[in-house]
């Protein structure tokens, strides 16, 4: 079935990541992340919708006092970035001061986490670290790299685990591959 002309979101992409190698590598990220972050004062700030499955998960993984503060973006129609990124601003925590880990799900052109890191700049934290799940290196349009990334991926459109076509699949387990 081809998803694209076939809408109904019933057929399971192919597998492209397994869940039991995301939980793997978040335990992995989230322990070397932790050792950076001991001592300071530190605020996971993740991106939603994307961010909000892996977030869960790392900061399950972060054994070290965090808070946690999500700030809404949105750029993809379908399966192109429209190259227009609105965010809300509206974070709930004050974060001058704090050393702040931007957490999203996918660096690809990179307009997304360079809007937002510059954002977050303006409000004075203290540090600014970026770490996201999947990067697509291919794909970059602007210059930014994150600080942690879980995996480098090639230029195929992946749902899953947070990622959404047109807001379906954010609930499928693993990281798969739709069939365009
Ligand atoms: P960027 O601004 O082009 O780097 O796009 C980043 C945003 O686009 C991410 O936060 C994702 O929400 C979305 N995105 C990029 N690539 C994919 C993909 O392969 N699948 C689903 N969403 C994607
Ligand atoms: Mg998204």
């Given at each position: ?39 300071k004062?530190t ?56 050393h ?26 203290a540090g ?53």
């Open positions: 079935m081809n998803y694209l002309k076939n809408n109904n979101y019933a057929e399971k992409p192919a597998v492209l990541i397994e869940s039991e190698k995301i939980a793997e590598r978040i335990k992995k990220m989230g322990n070397l992340i932790a050792g950076r972050y001991a001592g004062h605020t996971v700030v993740a991106v939603s919708n994307g961010a909000v499955l892996f977030v869960a998960d790392l900061i399950r993984n972060i054994s070290v006092p965090l808070q946690l503060d999500t700030i809404s973006a949105y750029s993809y129609e379908g399966s192109e970035s429209s190259g227009k990124i609105s965010f809300s601003s509206k974070m709930k925590l004050e974060i001058s001061d704090r702040v880990l931007l957490v999203d799900d996918i660096l690809d052109t990179g307009r997304t986490l360079k809007r937002l890191k510059n954002y977050l700049k303006t409000l004075n934290p600014l670290e970026t770490c996201v799940l999947l990067d697509k290196p291919s794909r970059r349009l602007v210059d930014i790299n994150a600080d942690y990334v879980g995996f480098e991926i090639a230029d195929n459109f992946v749902v899953g685990y947070g990622l959404d076509y047109n807001e379906y699949y954010r609930n499928l387990p693993y990281i798969g591959v739709l069939n365009t």
